[in-house]
């Protein structure tokens, strides 16, 4: 078992940034996939960026906007978020998983004003 607890949300004006954070409450080093996902009210679930041996991968919508990265020593998924917009206002989760198991955070809300 594996807690994540996410961080780092909040309210902000289009145009600015947050950074988001998960902390494990153990090694990560065993999981696969590393990865933030978000789901707007009426919505999907929607991946946002994931991290797997060092390369990533993030959704066409948050390309060059956002950044992900993890740190093995810490135990942390961080997603840094940059020229945010009112379509990002989600609650964003934080997930990993190896091949035989996966866990989600609780979710950190994201607001962005126009």
């Known amino acids: 078992q594996v807690q994540l607890v996410e961080s780092g949300g909040g309210l902000v004006q289009a145009g600015g940034s947050l950074r988001l954070s998960c902390a494990a409450s153990?090694?990560?080093?065993?999981?696969?996939?590393m990865g933030w996902y978000r789901q707007a009210p009426g919505k999907q679930r929607e991946l946002v960026a994931v991290i797997s041996s060092g390369r990533t991968n993030y959704a066409e919508s948050v390309k060059g906007r956002f950044t992900i990265s993890s740190d093995n020593a810490k135990n942390t998924v961080d997603l840094q978020m940059n020229s945010l917009q009112p379509e990002d206002t989600a609650v964003y989760y934080c997930?990993?998983?190896?091949?035989?198991?996966?866990?989600w955070g609780q979710g950190t809300q994201v607001t962005v004003s126009s």
């Open positions: 997930n990993v998983r190896s091949r035989i198991d996966a866990y």
């Open positions: 153990r090694s990560i080093f065993s999981f696969n996939v």
